[in-house]
């Protein structure tokens, strides 16, 4: 009996370890061509490869050729230092060193590096021969014999911009991970194929639920080559797999600052990725010159792009100097009242300011239904208010029957931020059942809470509705006068998102 204890245990043990043999990074960092920048590292060296296990990258890329005798080596581009793969000798390329004294890696001596960890995948780049489609195809079988024969399976991921590339692999290794990367194929066809993902350039998947539609087809989404955080947020908001980018440590660092880690997940967005005027079914407007409540000077228009349009990946809310049933200033107030409703939720808008004395742009929300009467007894959330005359002062406010500014009570803070004018900033509330908090560029500045003594206090438990607008004048904005020479005056927002927990 002790003997048969003492080989179930041995047994556990062995099975345990075993299962537990990989421990594969869990984020969704690709480093492209290896962790190579910050270090000054070759890029395609063992030591950009070594650095990206050290970052704890998922994976790192890196790009497969084959030489005159039928060496495969490691190499982003046809030439290495003036030489072409592709027509030299492998001796030929040992006769030049890399900037680290590294010799371009055989994709041998590449694998072996990286079968010595169990964290990081290796994502392997078939690229394209220039000779003829027979030899790239002759590159891929060699590519696929030799991870079998140094027994690396478990560690390889395949990605090529050549998608009969792709099918060779999957032809000889019916399960590999393999990923197009060229961008023309839809993912129902690779889904036919039997591709398991889609890596494409990531301005592809701004196309309406493009992410969405693959991952319900099972297909994983990969997304290169981001650098910019504008970007890499972008995509952690639409919840893609991974990101190739040439930036790990930022995006890594970009990683812990997004919303979906803080445990929101995306319920609504406008990205302005349309050309025209902003998308019907986002958008409704206010219309009209009747001075709002806070006696503007401006008239609203209704689907005007003189005053409204997308274009280049922003909204432009545009107030110019033009005369309009007895106006003598247009722009836009934008709504997603009845299109898109909310309770409760994180609401960030990127936007640059307009600069100049008279402006008075906003983002901010409005209750749909006014449940408790109207203003403000159902409540209005300032998210972000900046009145021209006071540069560079960003505004947070709450208004309710009991805190509103006609009584002096309204509650609401001011924080100076740095160049709005020229750069984008981020503005935020995370609204919830018990307290609103604001947000500039992740900086809680302000925060208001449910005192429970009814909606006079707080009313902010309907449903609301976001609004965009650049008003002209107004018993604040126009408090010191409207300098005529600011127009015309754009408001540029880089996109809206809505969270919900």
């Given amino acids: 009996m002790k003997q048969l204890l003492i080989s179930a245990l041995m047994l556990f043990i062995f099975t345990a370890s075993f299962g537990q043999k990989f421990n594969w990074n869990k984020n969704l960092v690709i480093a492209h061509r290896g962790a190579w920048k910050k270090n000054n590292f070759p890029q395609n060296s063992i030591a950009s490869l070594n650095e990206a296990v050290k970052l704890g990258c998922y994976g790192s890329e890196f790009d497969v050729w084959m030489t005159a005798d039928h060496v495969l080596v490691i190499n982003h581009d046809p030439e290495f230092q003036g030489l072409t793969i592709e027509k030299v000798n492998y001796a030929d390329l040992l006769t030049k060193t890399m900037t680290n004294g590294e010799k371009i890696p055989t994709l041998e001596a590449y694998l072996l590096a990286g079968k010595k960890q169990k964290t990081t995948k290796l994502i392997l780049e078939i690229k394209p021969s220039l000779t003829s489609k027979e030899r790239g195809i002759e590159v891929t079988d060699k590519c696929v014999e030799m991870v079998q024969k140094l027994k690396v399976t478990d560690w390889v991921e395949y990605i090529s911009f050549d998608y009969d590339y792709c099918k060779r692999i999957l032809t000889l290794l019916p399960n590999a991970k393999v990923a197009y990367l060229k961008g023309?194929?839809?993912?129902?066809?690779?889904?036919?194929?039997?591709?398991?993902?889609?890596?494409?350039?990531?301005?592809?998947?701004?196309?309406?639920?493009?992410?969405?539609?693959?991952?319900?087809?099972?297909?994983?989404?990969?997304?290169?080559?981001?650098?910019?955080?504008?970007?890499?947020?972008?995509?952690?908001?639409?919840?893609?797999?991974?990101?190739?980018?040439?930036?790990?440590?930022?995006?890594?660092?970009?990683?812990?600052?997004?919303?979906?880690?803080?445990?929101?997940?995306?319920?609504?967005?406008?990205?302005?990725?349309?050309?025209?005027?902003?998308?019907?079914?986002?958008?409704?407007?206010?219309?009209?010159?009747?001075?709002?409540?806070?006696?503007?000077?401006?008239?609203?228009?209704?689907?005007?792009?003189?005053?409204?349009?997308?274009?280049?990946?922003?909204?432009?809310?545009?107030?110019?100097?033009?005369?309009?049933?007895?106006?003598?200033?247009?722009?836009?107030?934008?709504?997603?009242?009845?299109?898109?409703?909310?309770?409760?939720?994180?609401?960030?808008?990127?936007?640059?300011?307009?600069?100049?004395?008279?402006?008075?742009?906003?983002?901010?929300?409005?209750?749909?239904?006014s449940k408790y009467g109207g203003w403000p007894k159902s409540g209005e959330i300032d998210i972000m208010e900046h009145v021209g005359y006071d540069p560079d002062s960003v505004h947070g406010t709450v208004h309710t029957e009991k805190f509103n500014h006609v009584i002096h009570t309204q509650v609401g803070k001011a924080l100076k931020v740095n160049n709005p004018y020229t750069e984008y900033h981020i503005y935020a509330i995370e609204w919830f059942s018990d307290h609103i908090d604001f947000f500039i560029d992740d900086q809680k500045y302000l925060a208001f809470k449910n005192t429970k003594k009814g909606s006079g206090d707080w009313p902010f438990d309907q449903n609301f509705h976001i609004i965009l607008n650049l008003a002209v004048g107004g018993n604040w904005g126009g408090k010191k006068g409207v300098d005529d020479a600011i127009f015309p005056a754009t408001m540029k927002v880089d996109y809206v998102r809505v969270f919900q927990k």
Avoid: C
């Fill in 184 to 369: 023309e194929v839809s993912a129902e066809q690779m889904k036919a194929d039997k591709l398991t993902g889609v890596d494409y350039h990531y301005s592809v998947y701004q196309k309406d639920n493009w992410i969405e539609n693959a991952q319900k087809l099972g297909l994983t989404v990969n997304a290169w080559t981001v650098n910019a955080v504008p970007e890499m947020q972008w995509l952690l908001a639409h919840k893609v797999d991974y990101i190739t980018t040439n930036e790990p440590e930022l995006l890594l660092e970009e990683i812990k600052k997004t919303p979906v880690a803080q445990g929101w997940k995306l319920k609504w967005a406008d990205e302005f990725d349309n050309s025209g005027l902003p998308l019907t079914k986002n958008w409704g407007y206010d219309v009209g010159g009747r001075g709002w409540g806070n006696n503007e000077l401006q008239y609203y228009t209704d689907a005007d792009s003189a005053n409204a349009i997308v274009k280049k990946g922003n909204l432009n809310i545009i107030a110019l100097k033009a005369e309009k049933e007895n106006r003598h200033y247009t722009s836009a107030r934008l709504v997603t009242k009845d299109k898109f409703d909310f309770k409760y939720g994180r609401v960030e808008v990127r936007a640059m300011l307009p600069k100049g004395r008279g402006l008075w742009p906003a983002i901010w929300a409005l209750p749909t239904d």
